[in-house]
């Protein structure tokens, strides 16, 4: 099988930790039991090539196990979090799953079976393969959750060159594909899961201090929020090497800052999408949000100032949309980009740039300007309807403490006319109490999440 491969040089690193959790540590020996001892259940259970099979949990080595698994017989894994509890069942009957497997905290697993026979073409046409195959749900964030089948082997292949061993953190989300990059490239190289107990700074910031992590995927929101609640000042994060970060772009002001308290660290821009995978990544240096995407198995390209891409590792198809590629086998990404040579600074989705007066305003910078601002603990800007201009800049912040309105709005304007363009002042400003990013540490534009980095996903992809 497709997973061969992986289970060889997992069986290298025998009694070396390959995933920490609940902070205790399992083996590769452990590991590999549990795939075997998998092997024997999904028997009984009749699950064969081609079985399409939803699992919900966490990072814990039973699911992990799974996972390979599933992998090892080529049946279809639909992994699943509690994040889309509302939406599970929809989930589960748009991906046709024939075994539903559930785990709780302690790792205990319960598991059922769904009277579904597959209907869908692409999915019956791709069970004819024998490959392994992978379900995941694109974030929703720009209409109907999309249901993405990916072809296993093909995500697998890019592990199979050997690149650096690390204890990584696993703080992105098992059910997306950088999630499962994550954990692939981890177990490639013999290095080591870190299984966060919460993901509040203060959780991820003991896991990295407990485990001596390495290297910690992150978002910019969350980065944002490490510098909000100084728990880097709680605990010792001096085994962190590097920290790679996408899903959404960097605010200028976040990088900047997290670059002055964490001088030896070494930043990293990722790009993927869930579409085609995670792109090999080189950021011009740790200062710089200029990024050089691409690498083996994918190609690039600039149409009108906008991110093309056509990859080895492209989905198999939507199980509920049309494709997205053109009849070339390109997508595109829909980001808009500058271009510097060999690399590119992303500026956002074109869906959320706000047109004033014909003005182009792209959200981020604003937003990085904002962040700067004393007392505003985080901010998202928009566009909002306008009679005379046709669109006008909002914002709405986050607070640390409580300010008169009429006076943050004065202060907000005078604060920004000296560092942007007068079009791009916010003409609206809203406080509000909530977090203004969701459960996956993404800011929240207008009631619905931002994807300026990717339709799908961005995750870690180390260089």
Known sequence: MAITWLLERMGEQDDATAIVWHDQGYSYRDLLGAIESWGQELDSAGVVSGSIVAFEGDYAPSECALLLALWDRGAIAVPLTATVAAEREKFLSIAEAQVMIEFDDADRWALSRRAVVPQNPITLDFIQSGDPGLIVFSSGSTGESKAILHNGSALLEKFRARRHQMRVLTFLLLDHLGGINTLLYTLSNGGTVVAAQGRDADSICHAIENHRVQ???????????????????????????????????????????????????????????????????????????????????????IVDGTLWIRAASAMVGYLNAPSPFDDEGWLNTEDAVEVDGEYIRILGRRTDIINVGGQKVYPAEVESVLLEMPNVRDATVQGAPNPILGTIVTARLRLVEPEDPRALKERVRAFCRDRLASYKLPVKVEVVDAELFGARYKRHRGGRTSTSAEPGVVEHAPS
């Open 215 to 301: 290297l910690l995927p992150a978002s910019p929101t969350f980065l944002n929020m490490l510098l909000v609640t100084e728990a880097y000042r709680r605990h010792d994060l001096s085994s962190l090497e590097l920290i790679t970060y996408g899903t959404e772009v960097m605010p200028e002001t976040t990088l900047r800052r997290m670059r002055e308290l964490l001088p030896t660290i070494r930043f990293q821009q990722t790009y993927g999408l869930s579409e085609v995978g995670v792109l090999r990544s080189q950021s011009k240096d740790s200062d710089s949000l200029w990024v050089k995407v691409g690498g083996e198995g994918f190609e690039t390209k």
